[in-house]
DNA sequence: GAGTGGTCTAGACCACAGA
DNA sequence: CTGTGGTCTAGACCACTCA
């Protein structure tokens, strides 16, 4: 690691610079999901600085939920799939008590020629390609919400021949090497529309919750646009503010 | 601070102490928000706990959004009703732009007993008192919200009476020594009731975003409840999951 | 220049997990 | 018993603010 000296300008940490390192290596799968880190020490005697600062980007890291630290073992790469961390990003909440875990059913999945509001979420080119998914979740075995998701083909080759699982963000992590850092949902209520109320069995007109997501890699590249049509007379979206 | 030894049970981080000990001073108002704390080697001083460890703590209540720290200046007490902290709160967003400042126009303020849902939100006795207001509050000029806010009567002695600014939080502080530290939010898409329809100005019937908060204080305490009913026609709830 | 928080280091000891 | 992360300390130096 370079110490940057006085510099007039652009002063880095050398801990955020140890952090870059690490999260290029977790961006570029050097280590897998659930795979352990080498040692503090080790990684300190690797990249030429204390250990003190090394352990300050791996707390960063574990702030950010990308490493998991456990006291007496070691540090292991986040795996986002485990029962609790569905819920990461799956904000549905029955009203009455806690949630059993969500289910789903593909009702279709192709490639096709993005439209303009794909291009638009996932910055793609003209004549752009994206894997195109529908599917509908249930929650406690009713079903609660219908979704169109939406990835550049480019990235996920072959996605859409695939056996879906329930979690597909653990699919993109395993299998393209891409991890879902942040998601930005913007929540509208709107009237439900005629062809997704078949699927949800409830009437036409029926004011369902509107989730528009676009999810974010750990470079910051849009790397799936869903946009989710839900129930929420028994359920409801849980928002925590700090 | 007294160190802990080896305990076989109940061990507690030394900074962690410190954490508290510094978070009563804030709950009892001892420091008042905007006011500037004793330096890290004078709390040091004080606590008897080395510079790095104060440091952790403060760090940590930092991190809680509870301090703000700068450089070459000091540590100060968060204040929440600067521009850019009235949105910490306030998640709706126009869907074209940038979001101009919410306003407010009060519509009732009066004391009264407590109802069922409210002593069960805030925690309440029987024969409880809250203060209940009813407010729009517009967007850009337009009407956006409408909500119905009760807090206990005995944690807020004579709000009924005042005179409410736009951002209730900061007054709460700065009136009441009361701090908001979180909220929760259940978010549900409703048809807009009838006696509704008319202070926002749109047919009943209308699907409306209905946002449930419980607003909590530095000491968990549920202290607000609201229960807000949002147009989401030209405007959007955002939301952004880690 | 004095005082503040921010970074970085080195080393000690503690709590925990597992062989 | 060994190795891991977690805590705590003391001290050096850097970057920033303001008088």
């Known amino acids: 690691?370079?110490?940057?000296?006085?510099?007039?300008?652009?002063?880095?940490?050398?801990?955020?610079?140890?952090?870059?390192?690490?999260?290029?290596?977790?961006?570029?799968?050097?280590?897998?999901?659930?795979?352990?880190?080498?040692?503090?020490?080790?990684?300190?005697?690797?990249?030429?600085?204390?250990q003190g600062t090394v352990r300050k980007a791996l707390?960063?890291?574990?702030?950010?939920?990308?490493?998991?630290?456990r006291q007496?073992?070691?540090?292991?790469?986040?795996e986002h799939d485990d029962k609790q961390s569905v819920f990461r990003f799956f904000k549905l909440r029955p009203d009455g008590a806690v949630a059993g875990t969500p289910t789903s059913r593909v009702v279709s999945a192709t490639e096709a020629a993005a439209?303009?509001?794909?291009?638009?979420?996932?910055?793609?080119?003209?004549?752009?390609?994206?894997?195109?998914?529908?599917?509908?979740?249930?929650?406690?075995?009713?079903?609660?919400?219908?979704?169109?998701?939406?990835?550049?083909?480019?990235?996920?080759?072959?996605?859409a021949a695939m056996e879906l699982p329930n979690t597909l963000y653990s699919l993109y992590a395993t299998r393209f090497g891409i991890t879902i850092a942040t998601a930005h949902e913007r929540l509208k209520a709107i009237a439900l529309p005629a062809d997704k109320a078949e699927l949800l069995g409830r009437p036409a007109g029926t004011p369902v919750l509107e989730v528009d997501r676009v999810?974010?890699?750990?470079?910051?590249?849009?790397?799936?646009?869903?946009?989710?049509?839900?129930?929420?007379?028994?359920?409801?979206?849980?928002?925590?503010?700090?």
Chains 1, 2 share one sequence.
Not at 133 to 145: I, N, Y
Request: aromatic share 6%; with cysteine.
């Open 215 to 242: 999810a974010v890699d750990l470079e910051d590249r849009p790397v799936e646009w869903r946009l989710s049509t839900c129930l929420t007379e028994d359920i409801h979206y849980a928002s925590v503010l700090r």
């Open 59 to 69: 707390d960063a890291l574990t702030a950010d939920s990308l490493l998991v630290r």
């Open 115 to 159: 439209t303009l509001d794909e291009r638009d979420r996932l910055a793609l080119l003209r004549n752009a390609r994206v894997v195109r998914m529908e599917r509908v979740r249930a929650l406690d075995g009713r079903p609660c919400l219908v979704e169109t998701i939406a990835v550049p083909a480019t990235l996920f080759p072959g996605l």
């Open 1 to 50: 690691m370079e110490r940057t000296g006085s510099n007039a300008v652009g002063f880095r940490p050398l801990y955020r610079q140890v952090y870059d390192t690490l999260l290029r290596r977790l961006a570029d799968a050097v280590w897998q999901p659930g795979q352990i880190l080498p040692s503090e020490g080790v990684l300190a005697a690797e990249l030429g600085v204390s």
């Open 72 to 78: 007496g073992r070691g540090t292991f790469v986040a």
